[in-house]
């Protein structure tokens, strides 16, 4: 984009079909400067004012599409128009997910730090696919084996997602064991995971072409608190075995998405490698947490394993989208994820010093992701980031026992992070159904009053609410006055039931 | 993230254990004011200096590694700290993409609006996998086909990165074909492209299982500047399908990497159509350009074609990551990308009057990236859009001209967008490999210069040097400023070399 001055005609036609008037160049440094200002305060005051918006969206479907015109405007509009309409448009359609009454699904606790880091990964807007733009990732992690680390001949990477690392893990297991039995064998390789891991596994299953009918979501039960039982585990393998398949990959999930069961990693790694298996502990959620000292039990075994990965974007004040992963054998990702076109040549990657991530990855561009975790270790601290997690089990642990004390109600599973998950217990000789019928009538009026956000699961034919402390506007206050929002509706529930 | 005032002893246990001072909360809304504007002041300056950096990284191999601390910082460190590491550690070792005198690979051509839409998107910091916050995809497009738009009964949706959109159609194409020949001959299956496609391609058939040998990169020929023939294409299906093997999914590339060759869309389609391929039309770097009317005709034919996308990231001003893609058969998506779990069921999803967009896309979890292509499109206004696209292949024929006039340069391939292909002609007596090493030579001199940045691409045995225009910042006088530094070096290599 250039200047009004030029002698070249070419250009100056070009730009004289502009009848609107030419607008001043995209990246103006002086007009960036007016508007990151406008859009600072514009979010700074909507932290101040999250709170009073309903937390889940209340709109219905189609709502936007009456709203936006057809087509992009042909001139173009002052920014103050488009933040009036974000406001009026947009803001009334999403979700809060940084509320502080925010308690579904799995938290996405951005940060100050993560959101400036992120700013940053943005306005310098490196497309880092080799070695030139990423700096190494970031040292501190929740104490990892050497095996794992660059120095012990492993390796980490940011990825965006867990079902990016799934998928990236998942195909180089995949072609280390097709190139020792032979690609015609694709159709004997399966895949384990229990019940209750997460779907990004059976994706990755499916786009890696492993047959459908070889995807095992081995059983679980509420005596193991809805963790993968090794000897289930075993018995699966085993009858996969005697039919003539190949096992091949286990995700041990760490913090289970439906109730943040454990998986007993150093137990199931026995079993797979018993099997030649690639183990990858997904600990999504929990991982972030591993850095407390009284939490990094939960990873015990890890060593064992082959690849490890969480969402620094869910409970460790990064925004999204941030994924940690490590691996033990970087070259079977290599292996597997590489292409080397002449137009990447270049002298770094040939002197085998650097590492080039694009091959550690499913797309060839990266998003400059270190920054923001880095912004967010810097910022805060080790020791401080300890304490925000703290105060999120904490509020948990209060929430547990505000549920506890109110006798028609009940915590379904044992809690082990910051999510509780409970019940409203069904009425004198109702049975489950009905349990689970007023359970989901309570958390419809408690989503629609908007005062308050969660969601549910189902295990062991139990459904049951799930309360995710962890964004990261969330206080005590926050939490002790959702619960009363949570009684006063049970109350209501009972009462027309009764 | 809770207040210091509290009764719950867990709680003030927590915070007491914190000896290092307990920070205000990650997202404390006058602390995100005072610690937005500073950044938002820092990346201004940056764009207001970043002409004065080298534009390519001159740091080695490992120089960042000794220059972080190998841990974690145990306590918070002030945003004045980090930014001056930034400064120091960081800038030093990156590529400068904003730069006005970058013409490497494709530009990644930022802008203010892309930038604030990104900033907003982080600073809600969505996790938009189901309907509820994902407002319908941008309605601007290059003129697409109806079949393509959901009214037609196809679909939009905006990815990362091209790698991603085409490894999942490649899927959907994968999963449609399996399904009727059963899931045992997926060894059988055949993936074709040119010895131009990028090798997005490869690693999408890679991942998704198709037997390596199963690859075709169709050559290309000078003649037909190098753009993929169909005569070519058909004699290579030809001899797949008479061996047995079964042709399932063609990449026609729209401005290919090397060259922006325009491989012949109409005409691939037909020899696809005759074979019951699927076909993807990979426009990643022309397709924003395809909003100029005298531009448009390069997609010819894409009626007829399954799927087609572009990058927003790269020629339309939006900051990475945006893919912007379209297909005709949404159900072969989702067929081949969905699970359904427990917990993720909600009643929109169940009134199918929504798009779920996990299903669509390799992850689950997507950042709300319509935000920064609306306000591009808002912001600007179709025409502005127009205008700077056009300075850009103004410009760029400037340079075109300016090659030619010197009787030492050639321009290699006929250019069609804002990317000139050129190089220093063998001088008398000396063959191809001369030339070739001469050039290697001349770019090498004038990245480590750090005026400008461009990079390489061979073609039927030639070396040839791509000068992409396309940064945001690129003003005509960069333009003529970088030509003069070019040709500076060219007289000194050529002197050295006699």
């Not at 001949?153 to 990236?168: D, K």
Request: aromatic share 10%; with cysteine.
């Amino acid at each position: 984009m250039g200047s009004l001055q030029t002698e070249n005609p070419e250009f100056a036609a070009a730009v004289a079909t502009n009848t609107d008037g030419f607008a001043t160049n995209p990246l103006d440094h002086e007009e960036f400067r007016r508007q990151g200002h406008m859009v600072v305060d514009y979010i700074a005051d909507y932290y101040r004012d999250v709170h009073k918006y309903p937390v889940r969206s209340q709109v219905e479907p189609g709502y936007l599409r009456r709203r936006l015109p057809d087509a992009a405007p042909n001139g173009p509009e002052p920014i103050e128009v488009i933040l009036g309409d974000i406001t009026h448009d947009i803001l009334p359609g999403i979700t809060h997910w940084q509320s502080p009454n925010y308690y579904a699904y799995f938290p996405s606790s951005g940060s100050t730090a993560g959101f400036l880091g992120e700013m940053l990964s943005t306005g310098l807007n490196v497309v880092g696919f080799n070695w030139m733009s990423s700096p190494p990732p970031p040292s501190s992690r929740p104490s990892l084996p050497e095996a794992f680390l660059f120095s012990g001949g492993g390796g980490g990477v940011l990825q965006g997602t867990t079902c990016e690392g799934l998928l990236c893990t998942l195909t180089a297991a995949r072609d280390r064991v097709l190139k020792k039995i032979g690609r015609e064998h694709i159709g004997k390789l399966v895949v384990y995971g229990s019940d209750q891991t997460h779907c990004a596994l059976q994706k990755a299953a499916q786009i890696a072409g492993i047959h459908p009918e070889n995807f095992r979501a081995v059983g679980t039960t509420r005596k193991d608190a809805f963790a993968l039982n090794p000897a289930s585990l075993r018995a699966a393998v085993a009858a996969d075995v005697a039919r003539g398949l190949v096992p091949l990959f286990l995700c041990a999930t760490v913090g289970t998405t439906s109730s943040t069961a454990v998986d007993p990693v150093a137990g199931l790694c026995e079993v797979a490698k018993e099997n030649n298996m690639w183990v990858h502990v997904d600990a999504a959620y929990a991982g972030g947490a591993c850095i407390l000292p009284e939490v990094r039990h939960v990873i015990d075994g890890v060593e064992n394993a082959d690849s490890f990965s969480f969402n620094a974007h869910k409970w460790f004040f990064t925004n999204l989208d941030c994924c940690c992963m490590w691996v033990k054998d970087p070259a079977a990702l290599v292996a597997a994820l590489s292409t080397n076109p002449e137009y990447l040549r270049n002298k770094a990657t040939e002197s085998k010093q650097v590492v080039d991530y694009k091959d550690w990855q499913i797309a060839l561009s990266r998003r400059f992701r270190a920054l923001k975790l880095w912004m967010v270790l810097r910022s805060y601290g080790v020791s401080n980031l300890r304490n925000f997690l703290r105060s999120h089990v904490a509020m948990a642990k209060h929430f547990e026992s505000l549920v506890t004390a109110d006798e028609r109600f009940e915590v379904v599973v044992p809690r082990t992070f910051a999510m509780v998950c409970f019940r409203l217990l069904p009425p004198a000789q109702a049975g489950r159904e009905t349990a689970n019928e007023l359970n989901r009538r309570l958390l419809e009026a408690v989503n629609s009053s908007g005062k308050a956000y969660m969601t549910h699961a189902v295990v062991g034919g139990v459904y049951m609410i799930r309360f995710a402390v962890g964004a990261t506007l969330t206080a005590e206050h926050h939490v002790v006055e959702s619960w009363r929002v949570i009684q006063e509706h049970a109350s209501e529930i009972l009462a027309a039931w009764s």
